[in-house]
């Protein structure tokens, strides 16, 4: 049976395009991580379905990069910081309930697809996918298509396989805002703790 990862050094590119950006900025305004719309109460399913930061867009320019390689010990520096203080896990509300954000949802699931190609490609392995990497790459691929970036990319290679440029600017979320007020979050958490 085929791999449902495909082509590894594919998966890794893309898995490294979408993620290259993610730790690049890390500083942004200050937010009140603490404030909770009126009414809701963080328990079952009385809380709000987005973490509202009033996030600015940003402009960013997407380009290839040598960057979190899972086959490197530089690269997988990189992975690990890909994530905030507490590993994008957010305490909200009276009770502290825990939240993930979908942004570090994501990049946590590129980190177990990569790892696990590389797993694969140092042993040979032809066993099943995980379950974990089976969820993550359901998971990605309802995500791409929730949010059905409608960005045009020049294609060329008229001939044969069609090459898609990265070389392009995109209009993003300023995720730099998400891990200053996540960071923050987390360090009100710690604060809190006896």
């Not at 399913?45 to 490197?72: N, Q, S």
């Not at 825990?98 to 040979?124: K, P, T, Y």
């Not at 392995?125 to 790459?137: I, K, N, Y």
Request: charged residues 20%; aromatic residues 8%.
């Amino acid at each position: 049976m085929k791999p449902f990862l495909g082509n590894s050094v594919g998966v890794v590119s893309l898995a490294t395009l979408l993620v290259m950006t993610s730790a690049l900025l890390r500083n942004g305004p200050a937010l009140d991580i603490n404030r909770r719309p009126e009414g809701h109460t963080y328990v079952g399913k009385d809380y709000p379905r987005t973490w509202d930061l009033g996030i600015a867009k940003v402009h960013k320019a997407m380009e290839d990069t040598v960057h979190y390689a899972h086959d490197t010990a530089l690269g997988l520096i990189e992975w690990n910081s890909t994530l905030p203080l507490g590993g994008g896990m957010l305490h909200l509300g009276p009770h502290q309930r825990v939240f993930s954000v979908s942004m570090f949802h994501q990049l946590r699931c590129l980190d177990i697809i990569g790892r696990e190609l590389l797993d694969r490609s140092e042993q040979a392995v032809t066993a099943e996918p995980t379950a974990l990497a089976h969820h993550c790459m359901n998971y990605l691929r309802l995500m791409v298509l929730c949010r059905s970036d409608t960005r045009l990319e020049s294609a060329y290679n008229i001939m044969g396989p069609r090459i898609v440029t990265s070389s392009i600017t995109h209009t993003c979320n300023d995720w730099s805002a998400v891990y200053a007020a996540a960071t923050d979050n987390y360090l009100a958490y710690i604060d809190r703790q006896p």
